[in-house]
């Protein structure tokens, strides 16, 4: 049975038109992630969520934003989708700051 | 700062074959854990392997086995008799200070099991 759970899998949106990706979990684990993978590079950190506290890397641009309105679900907003914002979006989840984290299937966003 | 550096950045082997994953990795803190994921063709990252810092024992699942040893700072993982489903990209992370919070993932290495 899944246990992370990303929709959807295939998105596409056009250039500057915001775009809303959802991640859920059956796991009720404490900490959620939003990678970013690009073709044939390691994910990279966009931001988690502890709880609720909401932790972005510094290197993360503005137009990423998330939400998690409760412990089961996570989303990223990007507001304004760029040509180079295409990539596969990857969620997780840990039980805590120490703990493995696994992850959905991905999201891959294309951007026209 | 803390890297993590898989030389290989691609392997091809046939079946039946045993193939060693090398991962290398630095850090300054004393208190780490090192993971091994798997990303098979559909994308999806599987977890693999959790080892701390403070355990250099080694540990065998199965096909897999992984071998820390932190006087040469690696943790490579071998694949015994390969099969084609073990084709995928395997990435070597690290996170600092006993937290998952931050995984620093090596570059990853492309395995192709071939019948």
């Known amino acids: 049975d899944a246990m992370v759970i990303q929709n959807p899998r295939y998105q596409v949106t056009q250039f500057g038109k915001p775009v809303t990706l959802s991640c859920s979990q059956t796991?009720?684990?404490?900490?959620m992630y939003w990678y970013q993978q690009k073709s044939s590079q390691a994910p990279k950190l966009l931001f988690h969520?502890?709880?609720?506290?909401?932790?972005n890397e510094a290197d993360t641009p503005d137009n990423f934003q998330s939400r998690r309105p409760n412990t089961s679900f996570c989303f990223l907003d990007i507001r304004s989708p760029g040509l180079g914002d295409a990539a596969m979006y990857l969620c997780?989840?840990?039980?805590?700051?120490?703990?493995?984290?696994?992850f959905g299937p991905g999201t891959r966003l294309t951007v026209t | 700062a803390q890297k993590v550096t898989q030389a290989q950045t691609e392997i091809s082997v046939v079946e039946k074959e045993d193939v060693t994953l090398d991962c290398v990795y630095e850090?300054?803190?004393?208190?780490?854990?090192l993971f091994w994921y798997k990303q098979p063709p559909s994308g999806e990252l599987v977890f693999l392997i959790r080892?701390?810092?403070?355990?250099?024992q080694n540990e065998i699942s199965g096909r897999y086995s992984w071998n820390f040893q932190k006087s040469t700072s690696s943790f490579n993982f071998t694949i015994t008799a390969s099969q084609v489903v073990d084709s995928a990209v395997y990435f070597c992370?690290?996170?600092?200070?006993?937290?998952?919070?931050?995984?620093?993932f090596g570059k990853g290495m492309k395995l192709t099991v071939n019948p």
């Open positions: 796991l009720n684990h404490n900490v």
């Open positions: 850090t300054r803190d004393t208190t780490y854990y």
């Open positions: 080892r701390n810092s403070f355990d250099e």
């Open positions: 969520y502890y709880d609720k506290d909401f932790n």
């Open positions: 997780a989840t840990s039980r805590d700051n120490r703990a493995e984290q696994y």
């Open positions: 992370a690290l996170s600092e200070k006993g937290g998952s919070e931050k995984l620093v």
